[in-house]
């Protein structure tokens, strides 16, 4: 190919980043001019879910790098605001938040509360649950614990 001559881009492509450019603006312009104005602000989560559906299901045509920068610009709100900071804007639960993110990947799930097996000898169904990964909230024992409670009640 010579140099003069035009680099085709694939028309999928280019609908997709002009899509993606012009959503980009209409949502920063949102987020800063109607943020109290949750009907307008609710108008652009349908394209934005759209946009996520098409970035996922045209992923051939879109360059590693550009797939790359479309991915962190999604991020950014989950990571700025989190599920519960996201749910009121979106006027969705902060469940729903956290169901889409891990529908499209945005996030890892988290371990199991309970494993459940059954025991071969009695054919009892055992559940056995995992604890916190986030660490115990206090220092105090159970019984210090009961102690304080028994001196407020």
């Known amino acids: 190919m010579a140099d003069n001559e035009p680099v085709l881009i694939p028309l999928r492509l280019e609908t997709i980043r002009i899509a993606f450019m012009q959503l980009e603006d209409r949502v920063n312009a949102a987020l800063r001019t109607q943020i ?87 054919g009892e169904v055992i559940r056995t649950y995992t604890s916190s990964t986030t660490g115990p909230v206090s220092d105090i024992t159970d019984g210090e614990l009961d102690q304080l409670m028994h001196h407020i009640l």
């Open 36 to 122: 109290g104005d949750r009907l307008r602000l609710r108008e652009h989560n349908g394209g934005v879910l759209r946009m996520l559906e098409a970035i996922q299901q045209h992923s051939d045509v879109i360059p590693p790098a550009e797939r790359q920068v479309m991915e962190d610009n999604r991020d950014k709100g989950l990571e700025l605001c989190g599920p519960t900071g996201l749910a009121p804007v979106a006027e969705v639960s902060s469940r729903t938040i956290c169901r889409h993110a891990l529908e499209y990947e945005l996030v890892e799930p988290a371990a199991p509360v309970y494993v459940q097996s059954t025991n071969e000898a009695t």
